[in-house]
């Protein structure tokens, strides 16, 4: 996409009828007042600190997804599973992504490094948002504190620059 095609108006997009090119998830485990978040090595995000996550395989449940991408990139598996929210993500160079946003209430296993990630079991008090997506402050906390949320991001790179949020 040229510079001229780029998508820069977050009011011009049509989020009624817009289709993501890809579906993800994101897990974020939360016990004993801290959360375990990762330090991305590859793909989108590379270099931020973020939930494990990632996207869905042909024939996958988002659910499926999210406890699969939680195993490959930090060798454990969530329990105590609930759907908390939705995040839909246009980028100003096309790509778009809908993620599903998940909180758990502990894992089985030890958080491992492996070649996708590094495990940071955080406090709640100090999560890195200077490390993390702009996004990330926005719903955050409002998850945390057990609401359910939806938001819409346009996003130039990795600098925001268009959004919309609702808590229920």
């Known amino acids: 996409m040229s510079e001229e095609e780029k998508i820069t108006d977050f009011s011009a997009i049509n989020w ?15 016990r004993d007042g801290k959360i375990l978040l990762i330090e991305k090595k590859r793909g989108l995000g590379k270099g931020k600190v973020n939930g494990p996550g990632g996207r869905l395989e042909p024939g996958e449940t988002t ?4 406890i699969r991408e939680v195993q490959e990139e930090l060798c454990v598996t969530p329990t105590g599973i609930s759907e908390r929210g939705a995040l839909f993500f246009q980028f100003a160079d096309g790509y778009s992504l809908h993620a599903t946003v998940f909180t758990a209430e502990d894992c089985e296993g030890t958080a491992t490094e492996t070649e996708e990630a590094v495990p940071l079991w955080t406090p709640l008090e100090s999560i890195p948002y200077d490390r993390m997506w702009a996004d990330d402050i926005l719903w955050m906390p409002k998850m945390l504190a057990g609401e359910h949320f939806s938001g819409r991001f346009l996003f130039d790179g990795d600098t925001m620059i268009g959004k919309k949020l609702a808590f229920y």
């Open 16 to 30: 009624a009828t817009w289709n993501p090119q890809d579906r993800a998830t994101l897990l974020f485990v939360v």
């Open 63 to 66: 659910l499926q997804a999210a």
